[in-house]
């Protein structure tokens, strides 16, 4: 049944998005068609490629569906959770090109919007679980492992670079590179040791 509906969103459903983001993200740019599309993700051991052609296509169906569709969509989402442990909520708006580099443990809220060449490592997360959440991530933004965004209203620029394990909280300009500054401190038998 669930593919039924699928099918049907697929059928009446201006597509333009999904295709672009499907060119990119999983025929390397090759010439779009359903059979490249479909031989891509059949041949693809890439859990990369696997979650994002689901992904793209539940967050398609959730945003531009009937409420069927929308419920299909739900089934998808949570599926791509147990299997993936990611949980790129449905109706956040992520430009094409989007790479996950080591695609575990990948938290974005639903209110975020991101452009396009976004590139995150492992256990990020973007966002909070309540609303209002506002963060707007431009073009061409890299962020490493374990970093955290979480704030109300938050603007990050184009060609941004955050470095792993980074708390960001305040909006973050064009060009910049955002690291947290780290100390690290061992205690071994009550003696503390600075590295």
Known sequence: MKYIHII???LMHDLTHLKECWLVELTSGKKI???RIIKSYIKTRS???NYLFWWRLA???YIHGNDK????AKKIQSKLISKFG???MLGAKIGKNLSLVHPYSITINKNVIIGENFTIHQNVT???GHEPVNIIIGDNVYIGANSVILGGKIKIGNNVKIGAMSFVNKDVPDNCTVYTQKTNIIILNDV???Y
């Open 8 to 10: 049907k969103f697929l």
């Open 33 to 35: 068609s359903i059979y």
């Open 47 to 49: 859990p990369q490629k």
């Open 59 to 61: 967050n398609e169906i």
């Open 69 to 72: 569709q929308r419920n299909v």
């Open 86 to 88: 990611i949980d790129i």
């Open 126 to 128: 973007i966002g909070i």
């Open 192 to 194: 503390v040791e600075h």
